[in-house]
């Protein structure tokens, strides 16, 4: 897990809970297990299966919740390092072939029923536009069409000048760590982001996308904190 919430977590929470559905009836939709749903939620991506299994079940659940797949991904892409590929397997014995050829059946088994499920769907939702006029509108778990939620979250990016020390508040979790010149760090919250620098002029701060340079005077402390329509800082 990694040492500090990047965000992504906490928006996908957010977006569900604000549309009113539960963790079961996510799961139920998405077809992701509950405790896949738990550790994209808690930012526990060490828990899944591998990094390419994160980015899909992100971008599912990401679509499911109304947000912009695209946002999720890159938000985490910024912190997730990219996994080495695993070492030539050695030389299989009787026993794992058997295995292994179980496991390749299993999956072209799984792979032919997902595609004749998707042609049957196909074949109805085609069957059904031909009887109207017009189609009807789908269906969403959602109570009412909302804005992006990610557009409306605070995404705040830390560039380390110098070696600094950075204490984050983003919608009431606490995280405090170092960061080594050059290091870059990407913090998202939903409703407020209190940043704290031991050193305001070690940082390079960039918030929703606007550049607000080296915010504070060299060897000082420096805050801020930013809510949806105002930011404050001080020294």
Not at 95 to 111: F, G, P, S
Not at 144 to 153: G, H, Q, S, V
Not at 188 to 197: E, H, I, K, P, T
């Amino acid at each position: 897990m990694q040492d500090a919430m990047i965000g992504v977590g906490p928006a996908l929470r957010k977006a569900r809970e604000r549309r009113g559905v539960t963790l079961e009836a996510a799961s139920r939709d998405t077809k992701l297990h509950i405790d896949q749903l738990r550790a994209l939620e808690s930012e526990d991506f060490d828990a899944l299966i591998s990094d390419v299994y994160v980015r899909g079940a992100l971008r599912t659940y990401a679509r499911y919740l109304g947000l912009s797949a695209d946002k999720v991904i890159g938000a985490y892409d910024r912190h997730a390092a990219t996994p080495c590929a695993p070492p030539p397997p050695a030389k299989l014995g009787r026993v794992e072939r058997a295995i292994a050829a179980t496991r390749i059946r299993d999956n072209q088994l799984l792979m032919v029923f997902l595609a004749g499920t998707v042609l049957a769907i196909a074949i109805v939702f085609g069957l059904v536009s031909r009887g109207h006029s017009t189609p009807a509108p789908a269906t969403l778990p959602t109570v009412a069409a909302e804005p992006d939620p990610l557009d409306r979250e605070i995404d705040v990016v830390v560039q380390a000048i110098a070696d600094v020390r950075l204490s984050v508040t983003a919608d009431g979790v606490s995280s405090t760590f170092s960061m080594a010149a050059g290091e870059t760090r990407t913090f998202m919250a939903g409703s407020d982001l209190d940043l704290r620098v031991s050193d305001g002029g070690a940082v390079h701060v960039t918030v929703n996308g606007r550049d607000l340079g080296v915010p504070g005077i060299p060897g000082r402390p420096w805050k801020a904190t930013y809510s949806f329509g105002s930011a404050t800082a001080s020294p």
